[in-house]
Each structure stands twice: as C-alpha cells, then as structure tokens.
C-alpha cells in the first residue's frame, strides 16, 4: 500500500514504511538500522528504549550484525534510580543490545542523571554527542501523548538536554508495561523525572526513524504526522528534520491517508 503524507508539510523528506504486523516492522527497522551501520566507520546509533523497538533489538542481536566501533546514544534516563537497577533505560540497552553485540560501555553515552542537576552536565552531554561526530541514526517511539523522548506535550521544539517532570499518563503507561511484565523488569514505582534530549537535540541526527506499532498509536500518529507541527504533539516536529523514515504497521497507520 502507498500512503498520502502530502497533507504533512515536509512530505518530500518523510518515507513512510508500513508493515503487515510488529514483526515485519523490526524486521524493516533491523535492516536499515544494519545498513546505516555498515555505511560509517564508528557510527552512533541513536537509541530508544520503549517496548516498541524491543524486537528490533533482539533481531540485531539475532543476525549478528557488527558492532565494531558502533557508539549507542541514550534519548533519556530515569533520574533516581541505582545505576544497577534493571528498570533503568541505560541498564535496559546494556542487557538487551550492547552486552549481546559486544559493545563497551565506553561507548555507551547517557544523559546525566547524577546529584548535580544544574545545566552544565546537560551542556557536557550535548558536547559528549558533539564530539562523537553526531548521532548517524536516531530510533524513535512515539508515546501515547505525542511524546519523543521524554519530551511531554508542551516542550518547545528548540529544548535541548534537560530534567523533565513525567507526565501522569506517560508514568501510568511505563507502569503497565511493566505489570505486563512486557518489559521483563521487576514492577515498581516509576520515577517521577528523568534526563532527557531536547527535541532540537533529536532533529540535529542525521537521521530519524520512528517506530509506532499496533492500534493505540494510530490517533497519535495521525496527529503528528498531519496535524500542525505543535510542540503540544512533540513527535509532530520530526516533520521538520530533512531525512525521517516513519516505520509503522496497519494498525498504528490505519489513519492515515492510502491512495493506492
Ligand atoms: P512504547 O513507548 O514503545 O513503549 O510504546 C514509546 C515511547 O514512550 O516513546
């Protein structure tokens, strides 16, 4: 099927994949992923730690792609947890991803969630990406809110690394995750604040793909996708980043337009 993103205003630098189920969409997204990797020497991949590109990551795992010289770049961190706790993100990419392909944690990049919550570790870790060349490629989910990152409904589009506030439903959905036991972490309360890149952060990748599977996502995949570019939908912003790949299966597309 071909989608119709022309309503979007940014059509000509947004592909839209859409598979027939979760499992295609890894598939997809652990291919272009393996591709983008092959094509640098020391690329940074950005990556997201939701449910929705889990399977991804077990697909990279599973086919064994080369992780020489690969640098991994957290979107965000719970702020309060012990650095060895499972439910952490940084804890979650080390054991799903970095520990099975052989990736150092030197070469595990997180944003700061230490005792010093002023700017400056902020600042430090957007010097961190800087340094690195900046990040290749950028995994994204997409809450139930709109959110990128931790970037919740509200964030201005220029926001740059910083400590956020969750919002209710964002706590809400990471807590059910859990007692789904889709996240195979021990239950608990989820942090109230996190470190997060900024959704200005994000655009400066050098490519972004979007992973949304299954029903719940397809309001708010329509809405970002066609709806005004408003920082009260984050994932709206994406539009404005010249080289985006939105990677969806029927369910979560369902709204959105087909012409053929
Ligand atoms: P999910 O989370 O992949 O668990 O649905 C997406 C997100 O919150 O960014």
Do not use: K, M, W, Y
């Given at each position: 099927m071909i989608y119709d993103?022309?309503?979007?205003?940014a059509h000509d630098n947004l592909r839209l994949v859409v598979g027939a189920g979760a499992e295609e969409c890894a598939s997809i997204a652990a291919s272009e992923i393996e591709t983008a990797l092959g094509e640098r020497t020391n690329p940074v991949l950005g990556v997201a730690t939701g449910a929705t590109p889990r399977r991804t990551y077990e697909l990279l795992v599973e086919r064994g792609?080369?992780?020489?010289?690969v640098h991994l770049v957290l979107l965000d961190e719970y702020i309060g947890?012990?650095?060895?706790?499972?439910?952490g993100f940084a804890a979650t990419i080390r054991r799903r991803l970095a520990e099975p392909l052989g990736?150092?944690?030197?070469?595990i990049h997180v944003p700061p969630v230490g005792?010093?919550?002023?700017?400056e570790p902020c600042e430090a870790f957007e010097r961190e990406l800087r340094d690195l060349g900046g990040v290749d490629l950028q995994v994204l989910g997409i809450g139930q809110?709109?959110?990128?990152?931790?970037?919740?409904?509200?964030?201005?589009?220029?926001?740059?690394?910083r400590v956020v506030r969750l919002s209710r439903l964002t706590r809400e959905n990471n807590r059910s995750l859990r007692e789904a036991g889709g996240n195979d972490d021990r239950a608990g309360e989820v942090p109230e604040r996190a470190c997060t890149q900024g959704i200005a952060t994000i655009l400066e990748a050098r490519r972004l793909m979007l992973l949304a599977t299954g029903e719940r996502k397809a309001g708010i995949l329509a809405d970002a996708m066609l709806?005004?570019?408003d920082p009260e939908v984050p994932?709206?912003?994406?539009?404005?980043?010249?080289d985006v790949t939105v990677i969806a299966d029927v369910d979560a597309a369902r709204l959105l337009p087909v012409i053929a």
């Open positions: 993103l022309r309503l979007s205003r792609v080369s992780s020489d010289g947890l012990a650095p060895c706790d499972r439910r990736i150092p944690p030197d070469r005792r010093d919550q002023s700017h809110n709109g959110h990128i990152a931790f970037n919740e409904p509200g964030s201005p589009l220029d926001s740059r690394t709806g005004p570019i994932a709206s912003a994406i539009r404005l980043h010249p």
